[in-house]
């Protein structure tokens, strides 16, 4: 198995009968899951997505992204939430967070749309300058802000420096198969255009053409990414807590929900997983924060944060756990040398690896703060690569349903979101949003 689940550091924390206690609730979980009976049944698309997607799609993907990584510079992707997270994630994890300053064959790949700054929309356009540029929309709905916004002003600059007729060959549209204003742009402007599956929501679509086109494009392996993610569905399919790895996560994780400890923080050692606990954070967070409900994902990267949120974790409030993912093979380390006058009085560690360092800070911390009242899970990723990424991606959302699930939330909705869409809409005058604005204004101080 290319993930373990361990929860040793965590049976301290457990009564004997917890997991037995609960177990049903993950069973019926997983029952409406299957039997598409639950709330939000309509938004399952994810489930078989690994095995049952459009193949010519996929197929269109690679052949864009060989275009692209032969035409381009500077590959700019817009998009937000759902529709930017997971490919960003994808790209650090199996590249680097420096991705854009290694040295490569394939294009810089930058992420526009996510904010309203502009400043940071112009920092964006002025590295483009000089390098040939495409970009990649991407949006579900067609209609969110943000990257309609960070679409228009990239179009604008495409359209002048290009002319209308080679900037259509260098935008890609990812968006639904049939509603919304971006669909209807693509193809009155003959844009190539990918799908986000009607069933398939925001936060759940990274192995879609949502997230497949640019990790594609970083020059990632998606059929790898895809059979990694296809052995996971077979292998997370048994309902059965004890025998199901991501059942008894997602069991533990409400386990300890239950036992006051609403804080989920998610550890990694490598900064390369950084943003994967922020696509993270928006799974869980958008999934189960509802109906004055739900765990709260937050995020550490050690042994960075040990230096800031260290003695909060040691010695805070206890209303939290962690669950701690530790990555074997990360491609390459570094061995420390012996140096001759020991200055600074490191030679202890000549002939030492740098994981080596690391793993030794994993043990010392996960023993510091068990003693320190947090309950721990691990769960270990063999190698930073598309297969096991393939696997951890389908871990996380499967285990997202049915704790969501066992929680009493319906975990595909998000209508705290559109409810800050629709006031942006009306405070910004959209047509359309002319009541709503003047109940809001009368509320503004
Ligand atoms: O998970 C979700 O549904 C949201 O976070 C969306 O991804 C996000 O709001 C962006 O929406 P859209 O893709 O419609 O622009």
């Not at 179009?155 to 049939?178: N, P, Q, S, W």
């Not at 009607?198 to 497949?212: I, K, N, Y």
């Not at 003695?311 to 669950?323: S, V």
Request: a negative charge; aromatic letters at 10%.
């Amino acid at each position: 198995m290319a993930i373990k689940f361990k929860e040793n550091y965590a049976a301290p924390f457990l009564a004997e009968d917890d997991l037995k206690g609960i177990a049903p609730q993950v069973s019926a979980a997983h029952d409406i899951l299957y039997k598409k009976s639950g709330l939000g049944n309509d938004f399952l698309g994810w489930v078989d997505l690994p095995v049952c997607y459009d193949k010519e799609e996929f197929g269109r993907i690679k052949k864009c992204a060989e275009k692209i990584i032969s035409d381009t510079d500077v590959f700019i992707v817009i998009g937000i939430g759902g529709s930017y997270l997971g490919a960003r994630a994808a790209i650090e994890f199996l590249k680097s967070p420096l991705y854009n300053n290694l040295k490569k064959d394939t294009p810089e790949i930058y992420f526009a749309g996510n904010s309203i700054s502009g400043s940071a929309l112009n920092d964006i356009l002025n590295l483009c300058e000089g390098k040939r540029v495409s970009i990649n929309v991407i949006s579900k709905s067609g209609t969110t802000t943000e990257p309609a916004i960070a679409f228009r002003v990239f179009r604008e600059y495409l359209e002048k420096r290009y002319g209308h007729e080679e900037a259509v060959k260098r935008i890609y549209c990812t968006t639904d198969r049939t509603r919304g204003t971006l669909k209807q742009l693509a193809d009155e402007q003959g844009y190539e255009s990918f799908v986000v599956p009607d069933d398939v929501g925001g936060r759940f679509s990274v192995l879609t053409a949502v997230g497949l086109l640019p990790i594609a494009v970083a020059g990632a392996d998606i059929d790898a990414l895809m059979s990694g993610a296809a052995k996971a569905r077979e292998e997370y399919s048994v309902n059965d807590v004890y025998k199901n790895d991501c059942y008894r996560y997602a069991a533990l994780r409400n386990i300890f929900y239950r036992k006051g400890k609403a804080i989920e923080l998610l550890v990694s050692y490598e900064p390369r997983f950084a943003m994967m606990a922020e696509w993270f954070k928006q799974l869980y967070g958008e999934s189960e924060g509802k109906d004055g409900k739900g765990l709260f994902p937050a995020s550490v990267t050690f042994s960075t944060d040990l230096h800031s949120m260290g003695q909060y974790i040691q010695d805070g409030r206890r209303h939290l756990f962690e669950t701690v993912v530790t990555i074997g093979d990360c491609g390459s380390d570094i061995v420390l040398k012996k140096e001759e006058n020991d200055g600074d009085g490191l030679n202890f560690l000549a002939g030492k690896t740098m994981s080596f360092v690391n793993q030794k800070a994993f043990e010392g911390t996960i023993l510091a703060h068990t003693d320190g009242g947090v309950p721990n899970l691990v769960i270990e990723v063999e190698k930073a690569d598309e297969e096991n990424l393939g696997r951890l991606i389908y871990f996380f959302e499967k285990a997202c349903a049915i704790s969501g699930y066992m929680l009493g939330v319906n975990p595909f909705n998000q209508p705290g979101v559109e409810d800050y869409k629709k006031n942006m809409f009306a405070m910004l005058g959209k047509p359309g949003f002319e009541d709503r604005k003047a109940a809001l204004e009368a509320r503004i101080q």
